[in-house]
């Protein structure tokens, strides 16, 4: 049994995330300011708000209050161990490199300082993300960001994300990773705001298929990570080069610190 911590800043970048299957056992209270509380109750799950910084909790409230779209996805089982999820979540721009490479995705990332980054899903939504609590069995996240489509005008809001994860085992003992995200966004644009009896049904069943994608787009990746380790490292080793702490991290949770030499050709040259 793990214990919830105090989130330490630290240079990492994240939104699809977490990991672990704990059990946390808190009050359902709420948190943590004089002027500012945060439930701690999120479509049926508890977090752990009294741990968020105060100042941070003042900015989710005031979306989780005047909320456009609520909404709730998963669980989503991702065929991933909790180290190598643990790790996608902790690297977003290195991970989007995978999608992109493994032709899932069209993802882009770049880190924007510790705890934030930017994304781009290739499909008209792009922002930024912060990530401002984390333990091991939840991670919540406030994003800015905006929206392009043939269905929807220029839309920009601001999101609240809450995370929780479980670590599960399939039919062959191999870990699993089970998510669910609640998210809360708010519109920008008052009048779009107005207009949200009308707009609600297309507004909520695009955050959702974002969030939606973006899970099932991370078990594809792990899927293909466990049916063929040898090839994910190829790709990864093509130019340009990944940075060297992320082959490493490869090479010895996909093969193994003793396979690694049988895994990847001897005329390729590693970063």
């Known amino acids: 049994m793990s214990s919830t911590r105090p989130f330490k800043p630290r240079h990492t970048a994240n939104i699809l995330g977490a ?48 909320h456009t779209t609520e909404s709730r996805v998963g669980p989503v089982r ?9 790790y996608l979540l902790d690297h977003p721009p290195f991970t989007a490199t ?20 930017w994304g781009d899903d290739g499909e008209g939504t792009k922002g930024i993300v912060e990530l401002v609590y984390e333990d091991p069995t939840s991670r919540v996240y406030y994003l800015e960001g ?9 839309i920009t809001g601001k999101a609240v994300v809450f995370l929780r994860t479980d ?27 107005g207009l949200v009896y009308v707009l609600h049904p297309l507004v909520t069943r695009v955050v959702k298929s974002r969030l939606q994608k973006g899970m099932e787009t991370v078990n594809r ?20 080069p990944l940075p060297e702490h992320h ?13 690694v030499d049988k895994a990847i050709p001897r005329d390729r040259s590693l970063p």
């Open 146 to 154: 905006s929206h392009e489509s043939r269905l929807l005008p220029h």
């Open 221 to 240: 990746l792990g899927v293909a990570m466990r049916r063929d380790p040898q090839r994910l490292l190829l790709v990864a080793s093509d130019p340009p």
């Open 98 to 117: 995978l999608i992109r490479r493994l032709k899932l995705g069209l993802y882009e990332s770049d880190v924007r300082g510790p705890g934030r980054f």
């Open 78 to 86: 991702a065929a991933l161990a909790e180290s190598m999820y643990r």
């Open 167 to 193: 670590v599960v085992r399939n039919a062959n003992s191999e870990d699993m990773i089970d998510s669910t995200l609640v998210a809360y966004t708010r519109l920008d644009n008052r009048l779009l705001s």
């Open 19 to 66: 990991v672990l299957g704990v059990g946390i056992v808190l009050s359902a209270g709420h948190g943590q300011s004089e002027s500012c509380s945060v439930s701690a109750v999120h479509a049926g799950l508890v977090f752990p708000v009294q741990q968020i910084d105060p100042d941070k909790a003042c900015m989710l409230q005031a979306i989780i209050q005047d």
């Open 247 to 259: 082959m490493a991290f490869l090479k010895k949770t996909l093969i193994g610190a003793h396979d």
